[in-house]
């Protein structure tokens, strides 16, 4: 043959990237399994042990569909929302909702707003749409605000992207500060608000405002709720933004396993309370791992935290390359000035002795020593 | 607030639909439950008792990503039908995979060929992108290759789709007229060759030839493989349209659960051919009810036969919905001519049991006997 189907103008002129690396391919190219993983923001803890004893006694019933309408879990996270069914639609992890919000709001060519070095998969999803992304500075390690919003009215963007608690730093706004920007923001801009760390952190998050139509919050279990593998994340809105998805949205894109974790998992509050209290004593453990060291942990909302290395970005690319290389799986941040930082996930007490113990021969060696 | 963020044109544009209504809602809409669930072709024999187990042993391991290399799965699925690991790419079901197609080969106001009734999520997805549906009456029940060529001719379509075996009426192409089809179509035309039910017939596929840049054969675990539950596909292709996939798939779409039964499915080949053979007496048992009731089943390569009422599309329905009154979750197809069909999934023993007990009833209510 001589010719092939062209790919359509739009995703012809797309690279072909993977927006994160997962540690099962470096493992597979260092030819060995990581000691400690946590460079993920993955709950080591895992899920419930009620959620664990479901999974195990509905895996001989996934001959069976899904429920296309995610009726169960939707109700159940109304439920603990506190707002209705029709202000909640479910999807395969905040990254597949991230996928249909780009392409309900974002045209090819239109302005996209987001902070320079925040989530990259919803930088994947804007480009796989052809939206021109605007990206603003970190101001003191947190997303700016006042950034955000300068950018998204300069370039008249009709999308916006927001985390908070903020991934790869840590950080976080108080709910007051945060409801002040939704305010400020223009109507016609869709405010995508990714609270994925959001049961995690010191502060209470802002009122969820469901009369509000340009703001979607988004919540995963991937996080506090430990099950990441299942690819689970829900969206809460204005009841006309939540029915829009069904425009576009795979329908049999949840399996039916998440769903059914997903209603436990949002069951055993309890469980959520032990792990938000095991998370908290995570991080100061790894804060005072950093210290230990000599350096500065970030103040942190999250399931972990960013440790500023106290030089640049090519030295703690060091640090985290001498760390891969004593097994221990860890990320960073990747744009100047955050890339000063390391970052490391909160994990089991083993795992944090691995951290501690071979912290010091990544330092030494990234310094020449 | 006076506005509300708009949606792009395009999506604007599309109704806010659901491809299939799910038995659950069904359940949900009727207050109890069906006593027979053999309308979506499911396996009622369940995924094999090997991936059972594994699937219990791995649930409390959902703390983890999923690999988004997909990476062992491509491995067994590679082996598994004679190809390289860079001739396939995996999904969240077919259906996940449609999705992306339709990006990737089809811009807005591009005409796309398919059969008239055929897959229904297709056509949503193709809207989803704005494509123009072309479509081409069934000929005598099967999906007609000469009239999808020549669509494709005409319109000068960038992307074709065709299921074989066809759902919803279980015929099936031998693979030399397939052959002749391909070799057949134009070189810039995409083909989508659905093979959900490849495993089923009784006639062998076309083999794969993976040096062919316009075709793309998917297959699925929701079917023979008892795991539609899970939510996992792969689609099987020339090396560089497996890369073009990239661009835009959600690299975290396919659950940790899921890559790793549908491993163990494709390892367990013993169940595969006991499940085929249990799909194909159960399609005899179907069959003889059907005549039993001196009604026309068609031939079938599936997991469901389709059977033809002998009358209209209104006497059809009536059919199934005495069917769905007594119990008997089934479908049928829409569309003028096939619609004067029902159609059955092969259920367990039990389940066609209750159909043969309720399916003369149904047929005296539709004649108003």
Request: charged share 25%.
């Amino acid at each position: 043959m001589r010719q092939r189907p062209p790919l359509t103008p739009l995703v012809g002129a797309l690279p072909s990237t993977v927006p994160f690396v997962g540690p099962e391919a470096q493992e597979r190219d260092r030819g060995r399994p990581f000691r400690a993983r946590i460079g993920a923001n993955e709950s080591s803890f895992g899920p419930s042990p009620r959620v664990i004893a479901r999974m195990e006694s509905v895996a001989r019933d996934q001959w069976m569909y899904c429920d296309p309408d995610n009726y169960d879990l939707k109700q159940a996270a109304a439920r603990h929302l506190g707002v209705g069914t029709e202000n909640v639609v479910v999807g395969e992890g905040i990254d597949g909702l991230l996928s249909l919000v780009a392409r309900m709001y974002a045209a090819p060519g239109d302005a996209v707003v987001t902070s320079l070095g925040a989530y990259p998969t919803f930088n994947f999803h804007i480009a796989g749409v052809g939206g021109r992304l605007v990206t603003v500075p970190y101001e003191s390690d947190r997303e700016s605000l006042d950034g955000l919003l300068a950018a998204v009215r300069k370039d008249k963007a009709p999308l916006v992207y927001l985390s908070n608690p903020d991934n790869p730093m840590g950080s976080w706004w108080e709910a007051n500060e945060l409801i002040r920007f939704i305010e400020a923001l223009p109507e016609t801009t869709m405010l995508v608000l990714d609270e994925a760390y959001g049961e995690l952190g010191p502060s209470a998050l802002p009122p969820i405002d469901i009369s509000r139509p340009n703001v979607i919050r988004m919540r995963t279990f991937s996080k506090a709720y430990g099950l990441a593998g299942i690819r689970c994340g829900y969206a809460v809105a204005e009841a006309q933004v939540i029915r829009d998805f069904e425009k576009i949205r795979n329908h049999y894109g949840v399996s039916r396993m998440a769903q059914i974790a997903g209603v436990e998992a949002l069951a055993d509050q309890d469980y959520l309370r032990s792990v938000v209290a095991r998370v908290a004593a995570g991080r100061r453990r790894i804060a005072g791992i950093a210290e230990a060291n000599g350096l500065k942990p970030l103040p942190s909302a999250t399931n972990f935290v960013t440790i500023d290395c106290g030089d640049d970005g090519a030295f703690a690319l060091k640090v985290l390359q001498g760390l891969l290389s004593r097994d221990v799986f860890i990320r960073k941040p990747m744009v100047p000035v955050l890339d000063r930082c390391i970052r490391v996930s909160v994990g089991l007490d083993h795992e944090l002795d691995i951290f501690a113990e071979e912290l010091p021969g990544a330092l030494a060696a990234a310094r020449g020593n």
